[in-house]
């Protein structure tokens, strides 16, 4: 979800939750302030009723041995007077009959004298007319506030799309589908708010120090390439020269053929080294599009002098045929030819190779199972560190970088590879393609 | 044939002259860019083996300056650079090959041979050895006029290339490199040269021995022709 999406719910939420309780409390609220409103009064009215009392004089409104009573034509409110022999002074809630109507009063009952006797005065007012409020109170708050919410709600999310626009251009613009290395010239996002040019900054270093990265790689691998390679060039030539020379001793020529060797492997060891380093550095294109049956074909024509030199079988089920989309064909062409080209020099005489191409669930897998040595266990985790070489594979004559080959040309590709191998029994890679390279699983 | 040679490592200049030479070029050396330069403002060649890397000129400068003061020169790029990019911008600007150092004689050979013959329109190259008549464009092989369709890819490839520097011992580690350039693997002694060749034989052999196609012993293999 997204940080703005987030903001606002949560904004929206917080408000509802408050105005609930907020309309929930308010009869109690409104109830509270009318009680306090009405005792008021009862005590105004109170007084001001023992004023005309004393001023007036209480036979005025009372004989003796009778009560006094007055109330509105509705009820709502009343007014009595009696002798009484007690003490008293309280306002609280009660019902009471008037003619033969039972009504819900708030009464302030006080007793005061006057002359020789105890009076006990009492004010009611009806409640009824008190609650009588609340109801269209709570209603025209709740739609008010209701108003209210929504103004505040869509303030919010006009003021935090603004104040998150800064935030959303440098994910768009910098993060989302980005691919290192690329060549970018800085463009400041326009913002007063700190913290995302502070974000923004650091986003740009860190790009532009993995892009010096690449780069300097990329000069090393240039530069390395050059000085590595033209020694062995001018050696090598010089070789061939040699051998062409007609004075030159065929035992000569024998050593000299030696030495052509000898160079062919540093050239050899030096070629896939730098192959390696340019994988790892992007410098292939993913441009081609090949069906694994075609691939897999190539492959075969290469390899097959080495299969009848051992006399062992490959057996190609390519269950499926698949067009692989957005590949480097020769890479991929040299990860296979690793793979089964391993799976020879590693297999017994006479021994079997199966190449097995299919879907897998929802990923097109090729799988290459040989009937070879096999791999230790506490060896496995190694066999794709370069120039590292297993026990039973030192007398091959490799130098330990087929498996850093494959490795890095399938990382390349962001194709899976798991191996699973018994010694003695034999092993099998799997090689997992993403969906991005073949496209989805055909539905069955 | 006049091949201009722009190569800035003194040592392989003369290297690749002396091969030259050998083979009937006339040749000329340049070991900066300011020099070579000047050569192709003034002389016309047929070839250019341009060196991409030179210490006091931008290659692909002087590729275009060859271009243009030498259009009908073949150019030929040697490179130790290891810029895929590199690769696509010479043959865009009109490089007429690319070879990446480091690079066989014989390689560079049979590809000036392939420009002249492209160049001069030689479509038909049909050599008869006692009988099988080669034909390196088509690459087919007939015995008189019975097809030899046995013959793999890789095995003609071995052919034409024997063929093309006849005469010539080459070395397994020469062929090998020429059938297997572009594989990358981490064998170092391995080549199945021996296993192509002996099953080469067996293929002719069917029709007739093909006792052109010699071994010589300990160091590599010929083919023998006089035409």
Known sequence: MKLQTKLTLFNAISKLVIVTLFILLLPNIIEKINKNYTDNRLVKQKDKFLQKVRDNGIKYYIEDGDTYGSYLPLKEEFISLEIVNYDLDTIRDERRIVERDTIAYRILSHTFKAGKKNYLLEIGKSTETIGETTGPLQNIAFQILLGMILLTILADQIYSNYILRPLSIIIRTKLIGNKFPKVTVYKEVKTSTSDFQHLDMSIHKMVETIETTFQKEREFISNASHELMTPISILQSKIENMFEQDDIADDLKVRLLEMQKILNRLKSITKTLLLISQIENDQFLKEDIISVNDLLQDVYEEISIRLQDRNISLAMLVIDNVELLGVNKFLLFNLLFNLINNAIKYNRPDGEITVTGQWVRNNYTIKITDTGIGIAADELPYIFNRFKKMKQSLSQDSFGLGLPIVKSIAGFHQIGIDVVSEKGVGSTFTLTFPIKLTGNAPIL | MNVLIIEDEKALAHELEFFLVKNNYICEICYDGASASEKI???????????????????????????????????????????????????????????AKPFSLLELQSRMQAITRRKFGITQTVIDLDGFLVNITDRTILYHVNPVNTITKKEFDLIAYLLLHKNRTLTRAQLSEHIWGSVINDDYDSNFIDAHIKNIRKKLSVFAPADWLETVRGLGYRIKTNV
């Open chain 2, 41 to 99: 403002a003034v002389n016309l060649y047929d070839f250019i083996l341009l060196d991409l890397g030179l210490p006091d000129y931008e290659g692909l400068d002087l590729l275009r300056e060859a271009k243009k003061a030498n259009p009908e020169a073949a150019c030929i790029i040697l490179t130790a650079r290891a810029e895929v990019t590199d690769r696509v911008k010479g043959l865009d600007l009109g490089a007429d090959d690319y070879l």
